[in-house]
């Protein structure tokens, strides 16, 4: 795996679904005038932002200064986690679907698991891939999870029951 190119066309793309989702929310007025839509809204965007920032760290870290690219993966990764608690917190009380808090509950484990990366990547050794190619296995998952709310809203009803 080349892991410079993975981070450069991950960054692009999470900073392109960032945009599309702006233009997404801007379309649909309706959505930002209930609460607990414009706090999943948000979570929605961390969902696709934080992990271009993360590709953004990788790529100027590196695999010749890992360093850069484990400590800014676990300051993203905890402002990311704190955030998504925030949401689950709040959801269980505004009537967010249940659906959609094991979306974010899903979230926040992913986020734990970015950050115990950041901290000890020699974790992951018996699996044969290094630290940053774990992380990136983790960053994708972010970016599925944030496709899965943005699926929730898109076809259902029940984002916010």
Do not use: K
């Amino acid at each position: 795996m080349d892991v410079s190119t993975f981070y450069a066309l991950f960054s692009t793309t999470c900073f392109t679904l960032t945009g599309l989702w702006w233009n997404v929310v801007r379309a649909r007025r309706d959505w930002t005038a209930n609460p607990a839509m414009r706090r999943t809204i948000g979570g929605i965007y961390l969902s696709f932002l934080l992990p271009a920032l993360m590709g953004l760290f990788a790529q100027v870290g590196g695999t010749e200064s890992p360093l850069l690219w484990r400590l800014s993966f676990v300051v993203v990764a905890v402002v990311g986690g704190i955030s998504m608690v925030r949401l689950v917190a709040q959801a269980g009380r505004d009537g967010t679907s249940s659906a959609v808090r094991w979306i974010q509950v899903g979230t926040v484990i992913v986020y734990a698991a970015v950050a115990v990366i950041g901290v000890a990547p020699q974790l992951v050794a018996p699996l044969g891939l290094t630290g940053i190619q774990v992380e990136a296995l983790l960053l994708i998952g972010l970016v599925a999870l944030g496709h899965a709310l943005v699926w929730r809203f898109l076809v259902t009803d029940d984002v916010a029951e």
